[in-house]
């Protein structure tokens, strides 16, 4: 008989704040003589130690790996349908930042669970099973992790179901020498935000001292909208109030503005969270100028990173003119400098879907009768219906989204009950590899030098937004961003072993005296690369100098053979590693790298 077990694993940071153990090892044990008669969640609960880990690991039935969404799948074969308790194995935490000293793994026990089985086909059985951690315990793990986040809403003061969707929200703490920016975040079409941060972000002062030893940040917030203007203010004062001195690791908050501003303003303004005009070389090179959000401690990418992928255009466009009240429209033109072309409307096979916005409607969402006010999303969907859908009859469960779609110009109609009279976030998705194309970018083979070369190449986009009926010099209203370099081209990263390409040699071969290890690497815009070797065997003294990268000599990469004495090593399997990582960013997220591999064995 084999069991088929179904899990989803969550945490609770508020009781409206749930996420997923994403990305992390769920193990199942047998459950101990002595308990038996746990059999409750909270009655479970415990962080383990090494030694308690060890203890455990002839009862261990299984591991399995969580998804994105927390789920994970136990196919149990050794197993007679009895009680098993569910721990959790995880390098770290989501939303924690990494840094450079990775934080300690932890196991904790999360429940015992006694599944009720069914049959579901010859000689299978199934059980599902979903739990979600309490803020006392699963905030208790962040904490081992000094993961410290916010989560909140933002709302409209005065009204119960009113949101603030695409509003900017700004974290400090507010300290007696200086005040730290935590973080910030955008809202989503639920108001809702989230800032992720680090203890260190909040406990050192200008001199480097860590001054709050034991007590949690004093918050207090900014709200603005995505062009800049202020919707909320507040000062460190707010940041000694009761609810907002030392909070804890997680920490609740609910933000409301008086209202956000109808949108009355047509313009461009950044690359996911790059402003054209402060964060981009704009009448440069095309490049970043630094990190962002400046200053913050959740800022990303840092000076002279490429873009590339597909990235979100952002800005305002209201449903009608600010001269003369027609309906609007808005698109997006490119140019590839150098290539002859002119502008080009950015149109459907350039563009992917993206929420550009929402609208109020009254909707059941819970079933019960009760109808309320309830955004209802917008998305700019390639091929999508030219005209926006009209307002469905009030219903009941998921609100059904509004699909928009751009013409055979690229233009993209504001529909005209459009909340906020407008958009203002992201106007458009832009896949950047069909303007500049990339792909894989060749090598001559592992320890030769790159003879052709890939580069990036800089485009001009141009933001237009006019009356429905048609533009004219004065109507159509237009900005630009003259210089954005894009590089789509993968890095070379190329590895050999020099001898398992000897005569009669095979990837089973045992290596005896030497090493030879051949390498190519090569990017326009290199971050990092570096050779390594590791083993569950240790490595005698002198521990081999192996090369990494880019240097001022090779800034794009180097390439080349390392000849390494194992002739004291211990038999073992070796993993010989080439690790290199892109500096380019899509405006939200960076390049992530990639490896190499081959493992040798010493005999």
């Known amino acids: 008989m084999s069991y088929v077990f179904h899990g989803r694993l969550c945490g609770y940071i508020c009781d409206d704040c749930p996420e997923p153990f994403a990305n992390m090892k769920v193990r199942l044990y047998r459950v101990a003589k002595d308990r038996d008669a746990a059999t409750r969640p909270k009655d479970s609960f415990a962080i383990l130690s090494e030694r308690e880990v060890e203890a455990k690991r002839s009862l261990l039935i299984g591991e399995f790996d969580t998804n994105a969404e927390g789920e994970f799948v136990a196919t149990l ?48 059985s199934k059980a599902s099973w979903s739990y979600c951690l309490s803020k006392r315990y699963w905030c208790l793990v962040r904490a081992r992790f000094h993961a410290w986040v916010i989560c909140g809403r933002v709302t409209i003061c005065d009204s119960r179901s009113g949101v603030a969707p695409n509003v900017v929200v700004k974290a400090f703490d507010a300290d007696w020498l200086q005040h730290d920016a935590l973080g910030s975040a955008t809202t989503g079409s639920d108001g809702k935000f989230r800032i992720d941060y680090l203890a260190s972000d909040f406990r ?22 995505p062009s800049g203007t202020p919707l909320l203010t507040e000062t460190p004062a707010d940041g000694r109030k009761p609810g907002r001195e030392n909070v804890d690791n997680c920490a609740c908050v609910e933000l409301c503005v008086k209202e956000v501003p109808p949108v009355t303003q047509a313009w461009f303004t950044r690359i996911g969270d790059f402003s054209i005009y402060t964060d ?74 993206v929420l550009v916005g929402n609208r109020p409607i009254l909707w059941d969402v819970f079933g019960t009768g009760i109808f309320t006010l309830r955004p209802q ?70 320890g030769n030098a790159v003879t052709d070369q890939k580069n990036g190449t800089k485009i001009k986009l141009v933001f237009e937004a006019e009356p429905v009926t048609g533009g004219s010099a004065t109507l159509t209203l237009t900005n630009d961003l003259p210089n954005l370099y894009i590089n789509n081209w ?6 050999e072993i020099t001898q398992q390409q000897l005569p009669g040699a095979t990837l089973c071969s ?47 990469g180097d390439n080349g053979t390392v000849n390494v004495d194992i002739s004291a090593w ?34």
């Open 204 to 225: 050192k002062d200008i001199f480097g001292l860590n001054i709050e030893l034991f007590g949690g940040p004093d918050l207090y917030f900014t709200i603005e909208t």
């Open 490 to 495: 993968s890095d070379v990263n190329q590895l």
């Open 377 to 446: 999303p917008i998305y700019l969907t390639p091929g999508g219906p030219l005209t926006p859908a009209p307002i469905p009859p009030a219903g009941v469960g998921p609100i059904p989204p509004v699909v928009i779609g751009p013409d055979s110009n690229g233009w993209v109609q504001v529909p005209p009950d459009a909340t906020n009279q407008g958009f203002s976030g992201p106007l458009v998705l832009f896949k950047s590899e069909t303007v500049v194309p990339g792909g894989s970018a060749p090598g001559n083979g592992a």
């Open 510 to 556: 045992k290596l005896s005296d030497e090493l030879g290890i051949e390498y190519t690497t090569d990017h326009e815009l290199m971050l990092a690369w570096s050779l390594g070797i590791s083993s569950s065997a240790t490595i005698p003294p002198p521990v081999p100098v192996l090369p990494s990268g880019p240097t001022a000599a090779d800034p794009r």
């Open 570 to 603: 211990v038999p073992c399997a070796y993993v010989v590693t080439l690790s290199t990582v892109r500096k380019l960013t899509n405006g939200e997220q960076e390049d992530q790298g990639h490896s190499s591999q081959i493992v040798f064995c010493k005999g």
């Open 77 to 124: 074969e050794q197993y007679e349908g009895e009680a098993f308790e569910v721990d959790v194995y995880c390098g770290t935490v989501p939303g924690r930042k990494p840094t450079p000293k990775p934080p300690k793994p932890l196991q904790f026990s999360v429940a015992i669970v006694q599944p009720s089985w069914q049959s579901a086909e010859r000689d299978i």
């Open 280 to 353: 981009i070389d704009y009448d440069g090179d095309g490049k970043t100028e630094h990190a962002v959000p400046f200053g913050f401690a959740n800022q990303h990418a840092g000076p002279d990173y490429g873009f590339f992928g597909h990235m979100k255009l952002i800005g305002d466009c209201p449903t009608t003119h600010p001269v003369n009240g027609a309906p609007m429209r808005y698109r997006f033109l490119y140019e590839v400098q150098g290539s002859g072309t002119g502008l080009q409307p950015i149109e459907s096979p350039h563009m992917n879907t």
